[in-house]
C-alpha cells in the first residue's frame, strides 16, 4: 500500500515541477477526505521544510453549483505560504504551473485568533482588513481532472494569490460588483455574495474546519475565501485586471 508521505511527495513535486500527474484515486481507490487533508499537510510541510512559511488558508468549492456539481455539502481547504503570494501588478510566469486559471476573491487578514464555531460577529471582531485577491488555482492532474479525494491532496489547487490594498475591517463586502477583464476585454462578471451567499460564511467555515484539524487562524494569517466568479484560464501575454466595487483593482501580466 502507498504511504500519504509518498503521496504527498507526488503532489509536492508534480506541484514544483509543473509536471501533471495521474489522479492518486487512480490507484488508490479508497483514499479518503481524512487521508486526503493528511496528504494535503504531509506536502505542505515538505514545502515548509525546504524555507516556505505560513501565510494563510484558501477555501474552495464556496458556492453551492459547485458543492452539488461534485456533490458534497462542505466546502474544502487549503494552506497558504509566502512563496505563493504574487506582486500585486507584476508578472505570473506561466512555466511555472501545469494549466492555471485566475478567481477573484475577497481576503481577509486575521488580527486575533480565531477556530471552531464562531458567530459572524466573532469572525468580524478577529479581522483586521479585507481586500480584494485574485487566486491562482493549478490542478497538479492531468486534464484538470480529479475527485473530492484527489483535490484536497493537491492542495485544493491552490498555487498562487495576488492580493490588492487592504480596506478597513468594517467595508461591506456582502454583495459587491466584480468584473475580471483581459487585455481590456471582459470575461468575468460576477458578485461577492456569490460566495456562500456572504464571503464573511467562508471565513465562519475556515474557522470551523482548520479547528478539525487542530489547528486556528492566526494573527497576520489570509484566508482567501473562495472565488467569486467562474475562473479563467491563463496564457502567455494576457493582461488581467479585476475591479471589485468600492474595493480597488488587482492587475498582472502573464509572461512565458
Do not use: C
Request: zero cysteines; glycine letters at 8%.
Amino acid at each position: 500500500m502507498t504511504s500519504l508521505a509518498a503521496l504527498a511527495a507526488i503532489v509536492d513535486e508534480a506541484a514544483s515541477s509543473a509536471t501533471a500527474v495521474p489522479q492518486l484515486t487512480e490507484t488508490i481507490t479508497d483514499l479518503s477526505v481524512d487521508d486526503a487533508y493528511a496528504v494535503q499537510a504531509l506536502s505542505i510541510a515538505r514545502r515548509r521544510a525546504r524555507g516556505e512559511r505560513r501565510a494563510g488558508y484558501k477555501m474552495g468549492l464556496t458556492s453551492r453549483a459547485k458543492m452539488q456539481q461534485v456533490g458534497v455539502s462542505e466546502i474544502i481547504w487549503g494552506r497558504l505560504t509566502d512563496a505563493m503570494r504574487l506582486t500585486e501588478g507584476g508578472e505570473l510566469s506561466r512555466a511555472r504551473y501545469v494549466h492555471p486559471r485566475v478567481e477573484p476573491e475577497i481576503a481577509y487578514i486575521i488580527g486575533r485568533p480565531l477556530a471552531g464555531e464562531v458567530s459572524a460577529a466573532e469572525a468580524l471582531a478577529a479581522v483586521e482588513a479585507i481586500a480584494p485577491a485574485l487566486e491562482i488555482i493549478d490542478s497538479r492532474y492531468r486534464d484538470f481532472k480529479f475527485t473530492l479525494p484527489d483535490v484536497i491532496a493537491d492542495n485544493s489547487s491552490s498555487s498562487g494569490f495576488f492580493v490588492g490594498s487592504w480596506a478597513r475591517p468594517s467595508a461591506d463586502v456582502s454583495n459587491l460588483g466584480i468584473l475580471m477583464e483581459v487585455d481590456g476585454r471582459p470575461v468575468q462578471i460576477g458578485s461577492s455574495a456569490a460566495i456562500l451567499g456572504n464571503p464573511i460564511r467562508s471565513l465562519l467555515a475556515a474557522a470551523r474546519l482548520v479547528a478539525r484539524a487542530g489547528e486556528r487562524l492566526e494573527p497576520g494569517d489570509i484566508v482567501l475565501a473562495g472565488g467569486a466568479t467562474a475562473a479563467h484560464p491563463l496564457t502567455p501575454g494576457q493582461h488581467i485586471r479585476t475591479t471589485f466595487q468600492a474595493l480597488g483593482i488587482v492587475a498582472f501580466t502573464v509572461i512565458t
